[in-house]
């Protein structure tokens, strides 16, 4: 079991804040992918984003964090900058944790918000190692987070689904930690309150060819401004 110190606690906080500040209009949960590994020259890479479920009676698809400032109108650059900023504070919470880890630190972790709820899922794989390219991953992680199921996905990512699925199984190490959310409501980027609700409504989600394009500019986040020495 991990143990989260009163100094991680508060950068979760820090995390949830900008998350909330981040998304632009009412939504119902948020999850939230992020990988961190070494390179052979020392310093760390790796990718980011997230999906909210925005708030309503009718079925909703995730919207994604990169299509943020094309579908409001938000300078892009300034928008992205955020993304950045966003990822070297999981990159400080994995140095904080490498601090009181024995043996390895997480690689990837998983975050969700949904009502009052706050779940972190911390999993140990070596990417450096891993069958899947980031793209891939990218994939396999929505249909296990985002039930996104076989029929929503094109022909090149049924494929990639269908080697996940058929493919061997490797037993890993992965640990979880859940709490409350630390406040319900906060000022965001345009001004909107982010109230949260309990909802049982499903969710769908419909892939297109240009999410591809920006699955492939995710990937290749590799700091520029999120470098650091590990």
Do not use: C
């Not at 909330?20 to 119902?28: G, Q, R, S, V």
């Not at 961190?36 to 698809?61: A, H, M, Q, R």
């Not at 899947?132 to 990218?138: A, K, L, M, V």
């Not at 406040?183 to 965001?188: A, C, F, L, P, V």
């Amino acid at each position: 079991m991990l143990k989260h110190t009163k100094k991680i606690e508060e950068m979760y906080e820090d995390i949830q804040r900008r998350i909330f500040y981040m998304i632009p209009e009412k939504w119902d949960k948020v999850y939230l992918y992020s990988s961190v590994y070494e390179k052979v020259d020392g310093k760390s890479t790796g990718e980011l984003f997230f999906y909210y479920i925005p708030k309503g009676i009718f079925k909703k698809n995730p919207i994604n964090v990169y299509e943020i400032p094309q579908k409001f109108n938000l300078d892009e650059k300034e928008y992205i900058n955020l993304v950045n900023i966003l990822y070297k504070k999981i990159i400080e919470l994995r140095e904080e944790f490498k601090k009181i880890e024995i043996v390895s630190t997480w690689t990837n972790i998983t975050m969700s918000i949904e009502g009052i709820k706050f779940r972190v899922e911390y999993d140990y794989e070596d990417l450096k190692k891993s069958k899947f390219t980031s793209y891939e991953r990218h994939i396999i992680w929505r249909y296990n987070n985002l039930n996104i199921g076989e029929n929503q996905l094109n022909k090149e990512e049924r494929k990639i689904l269908e080697r996940y699925l058929l493919g061997e199984k490797v037993v890993r190490r992965r640990e979880r930690y859940e709490a409350g959310i630390y406040m319900k409501d906060i000022k965001n980027i345009v001004d909107y309150d982010t109230e949260s609700y309990n909802s049982d409504q499903n969710i769908e989600y419909i892939a297109t060819q240009s999410e591809k394009a920006r699955n492939q500019i995710i990937s290749s986040i590799e700091q520029k401004n999120q470098t650091t020495k590990i």
